[in-house]
Each structure stands twice: as C-alpha cells, then as structure tokens.
C-alpha cells in the first residue's frame, strides 16, 4: 500500500477511526489493515421487545470518523444499524462522520415509475443525513445519478478498473467482446471495454418482473466471439441467464461475467450453477457467505481502494485521482 502515503499526508492516526456494522466485516477489517488502524470497537444488541440497542465503545470526541456498513441481505436491518450507530456517534461529538456504504442497494428505486410508489434510493439518503452522516462514500451506483440524490458529499467510486485489471491479467482479450445486459448498463460496461480496449455490445432487454425479463436482440457482432457480461450487480442472477440464452442463440463460444456487487439473492446461486459460464468474477463489496462461494466465482477485493479514498478524505487530499 505504497500509494496510501501519498506526497505531504498520512494517517493521523488518533484523529482517524474506522467502525464497522454486521453486514460486511471482513471489509472493514481488511480496510485497517491497509490503514494500519485498529478496528474501533462498538456493540449492537437487541433488546427484548426486538429493538436495536448500539453503543460506541471508545471515545470519539473530535475525531475524524468512518462507518463501513453495505446494504445487503437482511437490509432493514443493516440500514437500521448504520442509522443508530451514525446517531450514537454524532451524540458522542464526533468532529465529521462518513457512512462508508460500499453497496447501496436502494439505488435501484431511483425513479417513479409507477403511481404511489417511493423513490426509495431518495428517502435512504435523506435518513441517512437525519441520522448524522456528514458524508458519504459508495461504489458503482445502480445509476450514476443518484449521487444527485444526497444533499451531503458523495465520493462515488467505482471497481470496473478492478475488475478489468483482473481480465487484462488472467483472460485472453484477443476474442473478446463486452456486453451490456441492456441499454441502461451500456455506458458501464462501455468504461469496462475501453479499460480493456475490447469491442461493445448491447442486448435489446425488457424486465417483466422483478425476478424475470425477456429479452430480444444482440445489436453488434458476437457470433464466434468469447463474451464478457459486464453489470452492476448479480441480484437474482435471471438477467445472466436469459441474456446467456440470447447470446447462445447468437453462437458465441466462451462466456464470462463481471460485476461489482454480488447481491446473489433467492435462486441466483441454483443458477449460477446450472448456467454455462466458464468464470464470474466480482468484488467484496458484499460479503460472501462460504455456501455462496462457488469454485468458478473470483471475489477481488475493494479494500485498498476504499482505503486509499478514506485516508485521502481523512488529509484533505483530492480524491478525483481515484475515479478514474
Ligand atoms: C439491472 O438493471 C441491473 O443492472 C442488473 O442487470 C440487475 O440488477 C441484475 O439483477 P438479476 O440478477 O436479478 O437479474
């Protein structure tokens, strides 16, 4: 972690301090580890009647501080915790806390798209301002716009270098082509492509429901081609594979896929397992428990990168660098 002790700054470490929720430990963990901090200690209980009981273990008073919680499986519960710890520690005179929200699930309520319905992505990030965060530092947005959102600073970084650094490394790119799901992920797996100087294509697809969606054509040319799928994330893993039929129809050889988040909800393993794949690579932004750890999933880790965003943040550095 040579960049972490990048020109004119470095931890100072009594001021700087990192907690952790129970969604993804193992992520804050590996995040101190980078920072060469401790983990800071806090406690979350439940009360008899059910309700969430958090108390900060150490004093927090001025300092500079961080909370590592992704909104996975049960996400109530986890974005319920976030929102108690940041109260706790906005009570305790914390001097600037940063709510380190590595997956933002809610992202994908972003729109009203039907009448009465919540723009719950909205609602998220104005509780989590209630509750004290005075920043926000996320990854891979469902959409880049809902940044726009927050009414505090967002750093929103993403893992698509990560993950093409990794196909760049270990993948014969001579044949490839990158392909978007759909219209709405063109752009991302478009920056996917360019990292990898490979061709793009787009599949025609519509969401039928929230677990099934038809899709229709390829548009670009994936006949003989190996092919990576390039998403945000692997929710239900139904998008995967109906877009696996599509392609097959289109007689590709290899397939591939690639994607920042690994919801990995309901039957998305059973399919994973049945599908063709030959390899999915994601990142640890949200934690895997073993029985998902499928041979043929690759897990790369964010840590150093949220790391390196969290002591840029903590010095006052630029963290522009990191988008990129
Ligand atoms: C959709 O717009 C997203 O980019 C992903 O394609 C979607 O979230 C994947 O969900 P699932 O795995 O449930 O099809």
Known sequence: MGELKSKGSSVVKDQLKIF???SNRALALEICEHLQLELSPLS???FSNDNLFVKIEENVRERDVFVVQSFSEPVSEHIMELLIILDALRSASARRITAVIPYYSYARSDKKDAPRISITGRLIADLLRTAGADRVLTMDLHADQVHGFFSIPVDHLTAIPTIADHFKAHYDLSNLIAVATDA???KR??????RLNIPLAIIDKRRVSDTQVEQGRVIGEVKGRDVVIFEDEISTGGTLLTTENTLRQA??????AGAVHPVLCGPAIERLQSSGFESFVVSNTVDMP???RLPNIQV?????LLAM????INSGESVGQLFR
């Open 290 to 292: 073993p029985q998902k």
């Open 300 to 304: 790369l880790t964010v840590a150093p």
């Open 20 to 22: 952790s929720g129970n």
């Open 184 to 186: 709405g992920g063109a």
């Open 251 to 256: 007689d590709v050889r290899k397939l591939y």
């Open 309 to 312: 965003a969290i002591q840029r």
């Open 44 to 46: 979350i209980s439940r």
């Open 189 to 194: 797996a478009g920056r996917f492509a360019e």
